[in-house]
């Protein structure tokens, strides 16, 4: 019989999502999301207002516009980690 199979297959994706859940909290504890989201938006209004820009390329575009993704991304995942967190 393979009446095994489904109870094997929900504990790997709660030790799945055991393990995700850890290496969020893991990776907050160095630096909250805010700050993280700060260092992002250093770096690109650095970028982005030095004198010696003469024209953003369609390259660093892209590049910008990952790192607000990025951004976005860490925003959601911290507001989940303090949901977690609180629960």
Do not use: C, W
Not at 44 to 56: A, I, K, M, Q, S
């Amino acid at each position: 019989m393979d009446t095994l199979q489904p109870q094997t297959s929900i504990d790997t994706l709660e030790d799945s999502v055991t393990t995700q859940k850890k290496i969020i909290k893991d990776f907050f504890l160095k630096d909250t999301g805010s700050e993280m989201i700060e260092s992002l938006n250093i770096l690109v209004e650095t970028y982005l207002f030095t004198e010696n820009l003469t024209r953003v390329t369609p390259e660093m575009r892209e590049h910008i516009v990952n790192q607000l993704r990025v951004a976005t991304l860490i925003a959601k995942l911290d507001a989940n980690n303090d949901e977690i967190a609180s629960a």
